[in-house]
């Protein structure tokens, strides 16, 4: 199917120079062509140019008014724990009320309690129940979303959250790709050595045999995993052909850092914590570094030193974290209002940190996360707006219009 569309006021987010992730200065830079059009062949980017009519339409299947609208790729959302059994509002009065993350943890909430609910529903119910935020996100923009496991804390429970997150990748029309966190908290009633143990002897061989997961994530921080602990699980998972992705540095200075680099992992997320030390050991690694404003929105906490990040010649990404407990929000709009306002990005910095940095943090930027010919066409029209810094500046506008994956526009799934 060939698709063109015409009339775009500014076509932004292209790569002609094939980069895979923009570092440092370069993330100041929003490649992007006004009085635009964008053709599409067979789900991939075939074209693009200037002139707002574009090509004689006679060739193609479908032809889409852009209205003056801005094209930009779809938001590549590299961290999310979406697939969940129930909200956890009363966790948010508690911290309204002063406690802490840690203390609520202790009282048996947190990941405890997700963990708890999700051993109650049945495969199917969960998959609708997430069914339902995948839905919302990808009319929030999102075409790439990276989905943990994390919420089981048992053999058969990260099973069903894994299987279920298959079922997504094979039914939901954005690209899905799955991370085992099994070190995501200590199990009820089990010693630290016990469960480490049993998500090396157990957990992974039952979700490698069955080819569940792309990446393999442990929550390395102050209260969960150890550094080493953290390592051991990595060596483990790099058995099994799983590339690491790390939690880290987010409750306190924890090492994640440090064990991320050591094992090449694609990304370390979080970061709230990290040190100089960190960041000048991330200049000498491929580690994206991703941060999660809304976590430190939602939680009040400090935010991902990402100003000082790039002025170190580093990239940054940056993700949702959409969880049930600390982050109960997929909107990457707001993410990236929330980088320019909290962490002093500028606007194309924080769209490519959402898109193109992002998709990499996946391992995807061959193919998502930009505008280029050979690229998968996943993009949004938004309503015709003054330059790409209206999307940050009006943070609760829903300026997105439509929304295109795989070239095909998404109206009803």
Not at 23 to 49: H, K, P, Q, R, T
Not at 128 to 150: D, H, L, N
Not at 275 to 299: K, V
Request: glycine letters at 10%; one cysteine or more; charged letters at 20%.
């Amino acid at each position: 199917m060939k698709l063109l569309v015409k009339n775009i006021g500014t076509l932004a987010g292209l790569n002609t120079e094939g980069l895979w992730r923009r570092c440092g200065a370069e993330m100041a830079v929003l490649l992007a062509i006004n009085d635009a059009w964008l053709a599409v062949n067979d789900g991939v980017i075939s074209d693009f140019g200037t002139g707002s009519a574009g090509p004689d339409s006679d060739g193609f299947d479908d032809v889409v008014d852009a209205g003056g609208g801005t094209v930009l790729p779809s938001f590549c959302d590299s961290h999310t724990h979406l697939v969940y059994a129930a909200s956890r509002e009363q966790e948010f009065v508690d911290k309204i009320n002063g406690l802490s993350y840690a203390e609520i943890a202790r009282r048996g909430g947190g990941i405890l309690n997700s963990a708890d609910r999700l051993h109650d529903l049945s495969e199917r119910e969960l998959y609708e129940q997430s069914m339902a935020r995948v839905r919302e996100i990808i009319m929030k923009g999102t075409g790439a979303v990276e989905i943990k496991s994390g919420y089981g804390l048992s053999v058969d429970d990260e099973l069903k959250m894994l299987r279920v997150i298959r079922r997504i990748k094979e039914t939901a029309p954005l690209k899905v790709m799955s991370t085992f966190l099994g070190a995501h908290a200590v199990a009820r009633g089990m010693s630290q050595e016990a469960y480490v143990n049993l998500v090396i002897d157990e957990m992974l061989p039952a979700v490698a045999s069955e080819g569940l997961a792309d990446f393999i994530d442990v929550f390395c921080d102050e209260g969960f995993f150890t550094h080493e602990e953290t390592s051991r699980i990595l060596e483990a998972g790099e058995k099994y052909g799983l590339r690491a992705k790390i939690h880290g540095e987010e409750l306190a200075p924890s090492g994640g850092v440090e064990v991320a680099v050591k094992h090449a992992a694609l990304s370390v997320d979080h970061l709230e914590s990290m040190t100089d030390e960190d960041i000048e050991m991330l200049r000498h690694s491929d580690t994206m570094p991703t941060a999660l404003p809304g976590t430190s929105f939602f939680l009040n906490m400090p935010f991902a030193p990402a100003r000082k990040m790039i002025s170190a010649g580093l990239p940054v990404a940056i993700a949702s974290d959409y969880n049930p407990g600390s982050t109960p929000s997929g909107d990457m709009k707001f993410a990236i209002s929330l980088a320019c306002i909290k962490m002093r990005l500028m606007p194309e910095e924080a769209i490519n940190a959402a898109t193109i940095n992002g998709a990499a943090a996946m391992g995807l930027s061959d193919q998502y996360g930009s505008i280029a010919k050979g690229m998968a066409a996943n993009f949004f029209i938004t309503e015709p707006m003054p330059s790409v810094a209206f999307m940050p500046y009006a943070y609760t506008t829903p300026v997105i219009r439509r929304v295109f994956l795989a070239g095909k526009e998404v109206k009803n799934i």
